[in-house]
């Protein structure tokens, strides 16, 4: 089985950093794609940065500028880099790993989220 391991998250003033990690552990083979989902209060998950093999990394408007992602298949790691924090940036934030494996196919695997709260 595949587990994602997330840390990072806190407490932050508005206009602070965060730096959120992602470990990856289990059987994998080849990974497609990993990112970074968030949940605010009352609203669905959305998207925040996803960064696939071959590709470049792609955020969401409201990020851009703001958040930097990276991936390390080495370490099996994915860590998001969160400056110029604003409120509505609260969120529960989520890993997501999409990976291959021989006789199996793709699957995605989800962490079980990380909570972001900027307030003053």
């Known amino acids: 089985q595949v587990q994602l391991v997330e840390s990072g998250g806190g407490l932050v003033q508005p206009g602070g950093s965060l730096r959120l990690s992602c470990a990856a552990s289990g059987s994998i083979f080849s990974i497609n794609a990993m990112g970074w989902y968030r949940q605010a209060p009352g609203k669905q998950r959305e998207l925040v940065a996803v960064?696939?093999?071959?590709?470049?990394?792609r955020y969401a408007d409201p990020v851009k500028g703001r958040f930097t992602i990276s991936r390390d298949d080495d370490k099996r790691t994915a860590d998001l880099q969160m400056n110029s924090l604003k409120l509505e940036d609260t969120a529960v934030y989520y890993c997501?790993?999409?990976?291959?494996?021989?006789?199996?196919?793709?699957?995605?695997?989800w962490g079980q989220g990380t909570q972001v709260t900027v307030s003053s």
């Open positions: 960064v696939s093999s071959g590709g470049r990394p």
């Open positions: 997501n790993l999409q990976i291959f494996r021989p006789g199996v196919g793709v699957s995605d695997y």
